[in-house]
């Protein structure tokens, strides 16, 4: 049997304290301690707080749109398996959420770059800080404060739901390309560079593998990638010139005809064991390969065997601090080469939460970015 799945129970809690400005807030509270063989319980519940001020650095911002990572059920996880490196979420209740997108309201007392009435999406930064800041950086919630050294402006004809799946996923793409494999990255002059070189995207109808289609043709790059049927179109629309059945026998196969042999350069933007093996076997010997999440023993075994170099993004290394990267995803999206994810939103507001995160732990979500509007909330 395999490691058990936590179950979720969920009691919805309103509070309308009237001193309290309206906000509403996810929290978790974990009930009971897990030990690695019970299923877990936690509950959400929604509660009013006071909007936070905005800090050094930082601006307030009215979300519009919320979206759902793998990441958001994962940090959980991590609570449960003691094998798991980092117990992200240190204290309980807190507010999740990393994707969000909506409009400035109050500016940081340093923010020049920003002002309110901004149009942005942002990576929230719900639990690196070991919980000092939980209640103000999630995106689960109505209002939050952004961190303007990971926060894009967006353009008007952008609708704040496709905007909000941009900051995780395309951040950890910008991560594999132009900081794993040190790319001269197209906001710093190398857009077109890498013209008749190719790369491998596995899992192109990803978030994160749609963005690095995007980014890697606006690098030059030929790109192959992988998916179900159902996105061939979708993702060579996004750039990529050959899309493999990810489900066919002979996938190895394809991918290699289409690129006319082993590849330099593979990101496997899913990740999982057998994604990363297989990136390995269709790299040539001193290839790389970039992951996604953590480097599993096999695929270090195989990947020693060819000499090939592992990159990874997990953690600060999938955080690319790049002001002229977010600088530039305005333009990008203005001149239709860089296109947000196509977003699911779930019905509920707020008290969807529950669903995002059983879809995406289940492996439910294909093609597309499930989304929350905190706003609907009622
Ligand atoms: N390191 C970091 O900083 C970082 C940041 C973001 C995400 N991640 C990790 O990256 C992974 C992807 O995240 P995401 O948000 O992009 O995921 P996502 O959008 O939820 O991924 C869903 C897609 O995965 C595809 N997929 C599933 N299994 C696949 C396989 N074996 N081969 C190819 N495609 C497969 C599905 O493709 P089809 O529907 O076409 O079959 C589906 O469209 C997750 O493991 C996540 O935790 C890491």
Redesign the pocket.
Known sequence: MGPLQPRWTIKSDVSTRPRLRRQVVIKLRRIFKLTRCLPAQSKQSIRSQPIPEPVKGHVQVRVEAAA????DY?VLLSQIYDNYPHPFVQKFPTVLG?DAAGKVTKIGPDVTNFKVGDRVAFLCMPVFDGGKTHGERGAFQQYALADIRLAAKIPGTADYDSASSFP??G??AA?ALYSQLKFTAPWLAGEGAYKGEKIVI??????????AIQLAALSGFEVIT??????FDYLKSLGASAVID??ATDVAAQILAAADGPVKYVVD????P??QL?GVEILQPKGSLV???RIQPPTKEAADAKEITLL????S???YFSEPFWNSIKGLVERGVLKF?RPTVLPGGLRAWEEGFEL?RQ?K??????VIRPQETK
């Open positions: 759902f990572n793998p990441v994962k990393w995780v996923g951040n950890t991560a596995l899992g192109g109808s990803s978030s994160v593998g749609s963005y992988t998916s179900s049927p159902a996105h990810r489900s933007s899913i990740s999982l057998p994604t297989f992951l996604v999440t990874g993004t997990v953690g290394a999938g955080l994810n995406h492996g979500v294909s093609g597309t970015k499930l």
